[in-house]
């Protein structure tokens, strides 16, 4: 399993430098530059990280996205260590590990910097910790491994509450029950909630700004939101079609095993409470890991058995490892992107270009409508390339009202701002005086917020600190 492991890694490094930057990552970029215990929309571990890696060398592409290549790998290796938790040998592990080590979900969580990487990092650490305290002869120290983990986990990603929550409830009504009667359980806790509490804090501080953006994404306002159908259609590719079977057959096999009944439970729980309020496909992912391993046993004896079966297995394989590959990795040229079902599939994969260009027609614009204006964008995208890309230019710090930006403060005094994609309706009200400065065009016909965006250049009734309460959002 552990070559499984590297040979991800390798993979991953050798596309990671390709096409450029998300928007997310440039966010994670900007918000590090903002260190604070928490954010209007994500805990503050990922920044951290992402000013940890700029601080070593902030025009590297590769080193940015080096710590969530190495979350998913060790991913993969727990998914090795969870197999052998279920009595599987080499083959096991190894075959656990290359399920997942192939899947959809873990190539494209390890090629962007993000949140989902750790998450799932996080989940999987969990659920090894749990079977080592689930076993006959189990320690209970395991515990403080959990709390630990969760902790931390939450501390990059506020979701991790959810399969926190449900394996929880599903081993209370499953049992066993007496792997609560401990008291590194009731420390565990104490671990995870101290560890968490900065975070809590501020969003205690601030007015729960989290829960307003969870409702949003439930409603559809995220480029990645699903609707139910899709959600449900979601979970069959997670870990690659031809997966299915295994992972399959591996909540089958909890299921019927009392002592781990929990997980299969703590999946369904999950997978009803994400339909109904509206999760993203992806949010079950950190559930996958366990179904694989549990499964990829009793297969990998069976394979062991009947070793013809390996001609169908070893193609299904690669088609699996090779789809992942071709629609999560940036294999083809830019310009083929928008003739091709890529981002139809993988909304994110058009997150990555065009932002050096859009900050070069910023640029230009700015220079010849409104040479000494601040800059206000419709989002965070936005934002943050002007951030990193805008020094070439000249160009000041910009300001915006979406997420994070709004509560980083408005632009100064009453100074005309050169606007990135706020439409000329929504700022009629703002502005003495509005006028237009182009368009966008980022020149690849590829449907995102970029496209066609309009630039205007506006002068504001009332200083933008009177105006700021009711910008945020605005775009």
């Known amino acids: ?42 805990p503050p571990l990922v920044p951290v990280i992402a000013r940890a890696m700029a601080a070593i060398d902030p025009n590297s592409l590769v080193l940015l996205r080096f710590p969530a290549i190495l979350a998913v790998a060790g991913v993969i290796v727990c998914t090795g260590w969870m197999a052998r938790e279920f009595g599987g040998g080499r083959g096991a592990r190894a075959l656990a590990a290359g399920v997942m080590g192939t899947s959809m979900i873990l190539v494209g969580a390890g090629h962007l910097m993000g949140t989902t990487a750790f998450d799932l990092l996080a989940t999987a650490g969990i659920v090894v910790a749990l079977l080592r305290v689930l076993r006959v002869d189990g320690d209970p120290r395991w515990w403080l491994v959990v709390g630990a983990l969760v902790g931390v986990g939450l501390m990059n990603k506020a979701l991790l509450v959810f399969p926190v929550v449900g394996l929880a409830a599903a081993f209370v009504v499953c049992g066993p029950q007496k792997m609560f009667a401990t008291k590194y359980f ?14 809590l804090w501020w969003q205690a501080r601030h007015g729960w700004p989290q829960w307003a953006l969870s409702r949003a994404i439930a409603g559809g306002s995220s480029g990645t939101s699903n609707s139910p159908l899709e959600f449900v259609l979601v979970q069959l590719v997670l870990a690659g079609l031809f997966a299915v079977p295994v992972w399959g057959y591996g909540w089958w096999r909890l299921w019927r095993e009392p002592r781990y009944r929990g997980f299969a439970v703590a999946y369904v729980l999950l997978f009803v409470v994400f339909l109904v309020t509206g999760g993203k496909g992806y949010y079950l992912a950190g559930m996958y890991p366990v179904l694989v391993a549990a499964g990829a046993v009793p297969f990998a004896a069976w394979l062991g058995a009947h070793r013809r079966a390996w001609v169908a297995v070893v193609p299904a394989g690669l088609v699996n490892a090779a789809m992942a590959v071709v629609l999560f990795l940036p294999v083809f040229p830019v310009a083929a992107l928008a003739h091709s079902p890529i981002v139809a599939v993988n909304y994110d994969m058009g997150e990555t270009v065009g932002w050096p260009d859009l900050v070069a027609q910023v640029a230009a614009a700015r220079a010849r409508y409104a040479p000494s204006a601040g800059l206000l964008t419709a989002n965070y995208g936005e934002a943050g390339a002007i951030e990193r890309f805008g020094g070439a230019y000249g ?13 980083w403060g408005p632009p100064p005094g009453a100074e005309p701002v050169l606007t990135v ?55």
């Not at 991953?12 to 954010?39: I, N, Q, S, T, V």
């Not at 671990?191 to 968490?196: P, R, S, T």
């Open 186 to 199: 009731a420390l565990a806790v104490g671990i995870g909630l101290v560890l968490w509490a900065p975070y």
């Open 395 to 407: 160009l000041p710090t910009p300001h915006s009202g979406h997420n994070s930006y709004w509560w």
């Open 1 to 42: 399993m552990y070559w499984v492991a590297a040979l991800y890694v390798l993979i991953e490094l050798a596309f990671a430098g390709r096409y450029g930057y998300h928007r997310d990552e440039l966010y994670f970029l900007a918000a590090g530059r903002h260190l604070d215990w928490g954010y209007a929309d994500q």
């Open 421 to 475: 994609g706020i439409p000329a309706e929504r700022l009629t009200a703002l502005c003495a005086d509005l006028r237009p400065a182009g368009r966008l065009d980022n020149g690849l016909d590829l449907d995102n917020d970029e496209q066609h965006a309009p630039l205007s250049v506006c002068t504001p009734r009332v200083p933008w600190a009177t105006a700021w309460p009711r910008m945020k959002g605005l775009g």
